[in-house]
């Protein structure tokens, strides 16, 4: 979780100083940070409801992937940094604890 932390912030620097000035590279350091601890959340829960690795790593990419096209639309941008923390803290309310799928159904 520390490596994740440090790599997203340092690449959110490094893309914000491609981009811009140092408001940028601050904006983008920040938002890789608080990024990494939102989707390490992500997956420590899922981990513990029995996910798998693989899949896990890939549909995190993926909605990361959309969610970074969609900042760049300007309102879209405001938006998303708005709702995205408070659909976050909706979902660790509902989450179960574990998944049961097929172990519901053996006879013990």
Avoid: C, N
């Avoid at 983008?28 to 829960?45: D, E, H, P, W």
């Avoid at 959309?66 to 300007?74: E, F, H, M, R, Y």
């Amino acid at each position: 979780m520390i490596a994740a932390f440090v790599v997203a912030a340092g690449a959110g620097v490094a893309l914000g100083f491609a981009l811009g000035q140092w408001d940028e590279a601050i904006g983008g350091g920040v938002g890789g940070a608080l990024g990494s601890i939102g989707g390490g959340r992500v997956v420590a829960g899922t981990f513990r409801r029995g996910g798998a690795r693989f899949g896990t790593a890939l549909l995190l990419a993926l909605v990361g992937l959309v969610l970074a096209a969609v900042a760049w639309i300007p309102i879209a941008g405001y938006l998303e940094a708005m709702l995205v923390p408070v659909l976050a803290a909706r979902l660790r309310g509902r989450a179960p604890e574990r998944y049961a799928g097929l172990r519901s159904l053996a006879k013990d």
